[in-house]
């Protein structure tokens, strides 16, 4: 990478800004020129992102609209991954799941008790047949209770996950849970 101080007519680092900064140009070519000198290294690693996350370029501004995929390209291939992080807690009746964070943009999914111990967790998307997100679970200190082993497991989002709560015997059954849930996190590897 050519560091900006070095390059033509820009603001010495200092201050403010500490690696420097562009220059306008108020019409006498005293500015910061706009050349392949300029945003070569930024577009050159920004292709290198795309190629070694998977992600072909759609051809289309990145904004709300669109969809930013630099932005996704970046995360998935410094992570590897997309994650949507939800709390699930069956002692909060109607609201068991609340989303933390949702790179995936499933949105909030809905809850079903079916039976002691049985939840079905169900999310209004469509994903392709065949598409796979990878599930884990941190159970943290109710592991020994017998909760959920934390391990991965392939769902497809189209389908209910079925999360199911036991006592120590291994019985599914109505249990207490830490004040806070139990952590859901799920991961896109596509």
Request: charged content about 20%; cysteine-free.
């Amino acid at each position: 990478m050519k560091p900006l101080k070095n390059k033509t007519n820009t603001v010495p680092p200092g201050g403010d800004y500490p690696f420097g900064d562009l220059r306008d140009n108020p019409g006498d070519n005293s500015g910061t020129p706009v050349d392949r000198n300029l945003l070569g290294d930024i577009h050159r690693t920004v292709e290198k992102i795309m190629d070694v996350s998977g992600i072909v370029a759609n051809n289309l501004d990145d904004n709300e609209a669109n969809g930013y995929q630099i932005y996704d390209a970046f995360v998935k291939a410094i992570r590897g991954y997309r994650i949507t992080t939800i709390i699930f807690n069956p002692a909060n009746l109607g609201s068991e799941i609340s989303v933390i964070r949702d790179e995936l943009n499933l949105g909030t999914p809905t809850t079903t008790k079916t039976s002691a111990g049985v939840y079905e967790v169900v999310w209004s998307v469509s994903k392709p047949a065949g598409y796979l997100l990878s599930l884990k679970l941190f159970t943290s200190s109710i592991e020994r209770e017998g909760f959920i082993s934390p391990t991965f497991k392939s769902i497809n989002p189209s389908e209910p996950l079925k999360i199911t709560t036991t006592n120590i015997s291994g019985v599914p059954a109505d249990i207490v849970m830490p004040l806070n849930g139990v952590i859901i996190e799920i991961r896109d590897y596509n």
